[in-house]
């Protein structure tokens, strides 16, 4: 199984959706969470940390359920600008090591 | 501030030979870390760094060596590219332990024939 799991999509929207994703991850110890957002050829970008009590910015809303160990991203009111592959990235507690998962491929259509 | 730099952008090697990939950050992060990125796997931790001369292996280190000789600068070597290791390469950087932010590079696509 691998650390970090996602669903690789493409997710297909219109403009206007609200879509959301999920990511699931294997170690039960670990600390941080993060979604990162990455254009096509271009490097990851930090969109939005995930704290245990959720946490919202604009049209983004992160989520964290531990017991279920899993992450998720809602994005209401889709831009053809949200278009992107968005990654879930996980900091096991005490280690410097960052675990990505594959990303999830969002296209929003006109 | 420039950011996290890395060159070049693009290269094309023959299999067996040797060359450096160069980052540069200008945050005076202590952190930094590259990373290489192929298709259907997510990023995966190559080396990294928590401060000037010191360095340690990450996920996949084999065919890699770095240094870090001053807080700016983290180059990869490659010692005697193979196939396997065509990809793109991101370096990162973060400021410290108390920070989660990763500042990424624009990568380096790396063709090795």
């Known amino acids: 199984r691998k650390e970090v799991e996602q669903d690789p999509g493409p997710f297909n929207v219109p403009e206007g959706a609200t879509v959301a994703f999920n990511c699931t991850y294997s170690?039960?110890?670990?600390?941080?969470f993060f979604w990162y957002r990455q254009d096509c050829r271009k490097e990851p970008k930090l969109l939005m940390s995930?704290?245990?009590s959720g946490n919202e910015d604009g049209r983004f809303t992160a989520q964290l359920n531990r017991a279920s160990q899993y992450i998720s991203l809602l994005i209401r009111d889709s831009k053809l600008s949200d278009s992107a592959t968005y990654l879930c990235?996980?900091?096991?507690?005490?280690?410097?090591?960052?675990?990505f998962g594959t990303g999830t491929r969002l296209k929003v259509l006109a | 501030n420039a950011g996290v730099t890395q060159t070049p952008k693009f290269q094309v090697l023959k299999t067996g030979q040797s060359m450096t990939l160069q980052c540069a950050q200008d945050?005076?992060?202590?952190?930094m870390s590259w990373y290489r990125q192929d298709p259907g796997m997510g990023l995966r931790l190559i080396h990294y760094?928590?401060?000037?001369?010191?360095?340690d292996q990450g996920e996949v280190p084999n065919g890699y060596n770095v240094s870090r000789s001053t807080t700016e600068d983290f180059p990869l070597r490659l010692l005697s590219a193979a196939p396997s290791q065509t990809s793109v390469y991101f370096c990162?950087?973060?400021?410290?332990?108390?920070?989660?932010?990763?500042?990424f590079g624009p990568g380096t696509r790396l063709t090795v024939l």
């Open positions: 990162a950087s973060r400021r410290d332990s108390a920070s989660n932010e990763q500042f």
């Open positions: 995930v704290y245990s």
């Open positions: 990235v996980v900091n096991p507690s005490g280690t410097y090591k960052y675990i």
């Open positions: 945050m005076n992060h202590e952190y």
């Open positions: 170690n039960s110890a670990s600390q941080s």
């Open positions: 760094s928590v401060g000037a001369g010191i360095t």
